[in-house]
């Protein structure tokens, strides 16, 4: 399902429906959360509601009571007449909320809903309603640019689309001539779906394995991959090390494909930096499964950079959704390094607790020189703990070798002998082992 909406601003409110478990302050921050996802589909939050309710397994997931006031706050263009089945309101409100100055155009759940639920509450309620899910897919869908986001945007598209298509009026009855015979409107659009999501997923496995043969290409050189919530400064920081163009928006989601950029100045032997897709809590499965080969580049990092909005007081709950994702990807005993970003916002007394609270990280800001120098120095000297240093003698005839180490070695020292060039270097044991059987092949 897709937002119809073509209004300039279409007026949104949400809602939250608590178990009883669910802390005030932990719904709270997921509401916030959801307001931005809404701005960032271009939708205006307008105000929200809130209920506590034993289960979210109801027809209307909220009470009677509340059904009714979500309604007057849609104007009360639903149909309203047959909710004699519909339970009372378990709780009132369990937390304050803001009333709407304007009449909402669509409804936000901040949880997942059945079709049925979908389709009772828009019914009830005249708008159309979006769960959570439906909107973070939305959001993917509009910010997926290469063919391989578009790819696993549109098969987990589809496979919520799925059991939410419709029969259309009279689609219970109309059959189809020839090709499926005796089937439904609805049951060959779902077959459609179907074959679509097949033809999808041979197209993302082609895909699939172009991007492993260009990592299997890359897997000489170190690769340091940057993770974390969306929004948090992935890209800001990868441009920042990169001097490259890669795009920085203050949006969630505004990064869906792997970026793949030389750490810069460049160094030798040559380090990379790959930024990655954010990840939010509740984030749809379909999406971390189609995702999957993105969060590779993750998997085949040598280190993880997790990046953190160290100025948003809930990063301590987004650094578990991180660890929870990459562990789901396998991602687990990578050595990684935690960046408290966004320093330029925190107080000194802010600064002094993260620094004790989290004595292994680094403080950051992504639009600091001298912070991103010394993140690159610290880069630089974990690729480099595990080099090995040798001495190499090239004969002068072997130019190609000495190629060879100046872009894949660091070389330390210099010193010009009367038949070679004796080099002090510092490397990896595989780019050692290679060079020195290149010297024994080309000697007479």
Known sequence: ??????????????????SPKTKSSEAQESLEELSRLVTTLGFQPIGSRSQKQLTTRSAFVVGAGKLKELA??????????????????????????????????????????????????SNALGVEVFDRTGIIIEIFSRHARTRTARLQVEIARLKYMVPRLRETEGGKKERHSGRGAGETALELERRSVRDRLSELRRELQDVQQEMQGRRSRRAAEYCVALVGYTNAGKSSTMRALTFSDVLVEDKLFATLDTTVRLLQPETHPRILISDTVGFIKKLPHDLVASFRSTLDEAHDAALL??????????FRSQLKVVNQVLQEVGVED????????????????????????????????AHNPEDITALRQRIVDFCEKNMLED??????TAKNVMGEIRASMRVLKEDYEEDCVRLQVLSRSSDLER??????SARP
């Open 72 to 121: 007057n706050l849609t104007g009360n263009k639903g149909d309203l007449k047959n909710l004699q089945d519909v339970p009372e309101d378990d709780e009132p409100p369990s937390m304050p909320v803001d009333k709407p100055l304007e009449v909402a155009d669509v409804v936000v759940f901040d949880c997942d809903l059945s079709p049925s639920q979908l389709r009772n509450l």
């Open 334 to 365: 990578t050595p990684s390094l935690l960046l408290l970003n966004k320093a330029d916002r925190l107080s000194d007394e802010d600064k002094l607790m993260l620094a004790a609270e989290f004595p292994d990280a680094m403080m950051i800001s």
């Open 1 to 18: 399902m897709q937002p119809t909406h073509k209004k300039a601003h279409t007026r949104a409110l949400l809602v939250s429906v608590l």
């Open 435 to 440: 060079v020195k059987m290149m010297l024994a």
């Open 391 to 396: 001495t190499i003698r090239i004969p002068y």
């Open 305 to 314: 950079l997790y990046v953190v909005d160290a100025s948003d007081s809930s």
